[in-house]
């Protein structure tokens, strides 16, 4: 077999009702789980049943923040092992993730928050000094840590 049908042959079958992102992976979990599904430079490897793991605490985390089917959620996080599982936790919830390049300052993060009308960001601490300055008039209401320790609302 190619290594092209080796890669692709576990996401050959059809989308229907059961293909979303969240039931993949959790096929994956349960078919696989010991096989590698994210790996990081510096930072280690997820399994897949680590990742559904992983993403469902997320999930989990997120709901209790506020966060619900339908809401956008922006991530203002590093390319990390946290990027996949802040979006399979929105997944999960029916909620969106909006990435938002984590180089943006000013305007153009303003910008960003406002057009993705978004009420949520999930961050990386390195990046509160440069969200808080442009937070008024964006529309959002929580600030959620990356590390799934801190929650702020915002007045």
Do not use: Y
């Not at 599904?37 to 490897?45: D, E, H, L, R």
């Not at 990046?127 to 300055?133: G, K, M, R, T």
């Amino acid at each position: 077999m190619s290594m092209r049908d080796q890669v692709l042959r576990p996401w050959a079958h059809p989308l229907d009702s059961a293909g979303t992102l969240p039931h993949l992976v959790q096929a994956h979990a349960q078919a696989t789980p010991d096989q590698l599904a994210f790996t990081s430079i510096g930072q280690g490897s997820l399994t897949w049943h680590t990742l559904w793991e992983q993403s469902r605490r997320w999930a989990g985390w997120l709901s209790a923040a506020g966060v619900a089917r339908g809401d956008r959620v922006v991530t203002l996080v590093p390319q990390s092992l946290e990027s996949p599982l802040a979006w399979m936790g929105c997944s999960l919830l029916g909620a969106v993730d909006v990435s938002v390049n984590t180089d943006f300052k000013g305007e153009w993060l303003r910008n960003a928050l406002t057009v993705s009308a978004a009420r949520h960001v999930v961050l990386a601490r390195r990046f509160l000094d440069a969200l808080l300055p442009v937070l008024p008039g964006s529309g959002i209401e929580h600030l959620l840590g990356d590390d799934g320790v801190f929650v702020f609302e915002v007045h």
